[in-house]
């Protein structure tokens, strides 16, 4: 019998691929080869976009960001997530394209964004007033985590040292919902499980 050569078939893409910007303003990215809540929440603490089992131009791209590391165990855990060329962390982007289901969403807020930078300085408060969710004291409380649609807002955990944060829900898949933090909507929207929101108390039926 013939010895093996040791050479096996083209590694297997893996399902979750961390990309973002750090605090010095430098693109990193990482891959993963577990999905677990853990590691996409840690993800999103830091304010990278997470990409699980992307399209294969996605995972061909994805493949060549180094391993990421995990540290601690259970449902809290940090990632480590190493800087990477700018070039690659733009060719992810342009491949990963806007978030799924997302393009309404988006585009109304796009545009509330784009009218709130016309305004003069001195109306900024105004300008934070104009969340894009449905009125806090009605609808936009949902009572239920089953309620949770577009527009309501949540508590999202940011971190054990921020706590948490009020979001409101721009897209929902299941039990996935896509959140942007209320008070400071030009950070990077992120990803939570619907487990792992809490819910405000809407008051009086």
Not at 66 to 89: A, T
Not at 135 to 149: F, H, Q
Not at 155 to 182: K, M
Request: proline share 8%; net charge neutral.
């Amino acid at each position: 019998m013939g010895k093996k050569t040791g050479k096996t078939e083209p590694a297997k893409a893996d399902p979750v691929y961390v990309i973002g910007i750090d605090a010095n303003g430098k693109p990193r990215g990482a891959r993963f080869a577990e999905l677990k809540d853990s590691i996409v929440s840690a993800a999103m603490d830091l304010k990278c976009r997470v990409l699980i089992n992307p399209p294969e131009a996605v995972s061909a791209l994805g493949m060549k960001l180094p391993m990421g590391r995990v540290y601690g165990g259970g449902k809290v855990v940090k990632l480590f997530v190493p800087n990477i060329r700018r070039e690659l962390y733009d060719k992810i982007l342009e491949a990963a394209g806007p978030l799924a289901e997302e393009p309404a969403a988006e585009k109304a807020y796009a545009s509330e964004q784009a009218s709130e930078n016309t305004q003069a300085k001195g109306e900024t408060d105004a300008a934070t007033d104009d969340v894009r969710c449905i009125s806090p004291v009605t609808s936009g409380l949902p009572r239920s985590w089953e309620e949770i649609t577009v527009g309501h807002m949540v508590l999202a955990h940011e971190s054990p040292d921020d706590g948490w944060w009020e979001a409101v829900v721009i897209n929902r898949e299941d039990e996935i919902l896509t959140l942007r933090y209320r008070d400071a909507p030009k950070l990077p929207k992120f990803i939570r499980h619907i487990n792992t929101v809490a819910l405000v108390n809407p008051g009086p039926g």
